[in-house]
């Protein structure tokens, strides 16, 4: 130990994040992913990838 501190040492504090105001732009932006992820899982579903309406245990055909 060197020094008379001792120990573990506390991190510095960061400062605050400011809070980024959103232009129209940017919330139009972050709407249309929204809307651009739904229509992806969409299509999945369609797909047959994603089957939520069978839920449970699969059972395979052996006794």
């Not at 020094?3 to 972050?30: C, N, S, V, W």
């Not at 699969?58 to 006794?63: L, N, P, V």
Request: glycine share 12%; hydrophobic share 20%; charged share 45%.
């Amino acid at each position: 130990m060197s020094g008379p501190e001792g120990g573990k040492k506390k991190p510095l504090k960061q400062p605050k994040k400011q809070t980024k105001k959103m232009d129209e732009e940017d919330i139009a932006f972050k709407q249309k992913q929204k809307e651009q992820k739904k229509l992806e899982e969409l299509k999945a579903n369609a797909a047959g990838k994603e089957s939520f309406t069978s839920g449970g245990i699969k059972k395979s055909g052996k006794k």
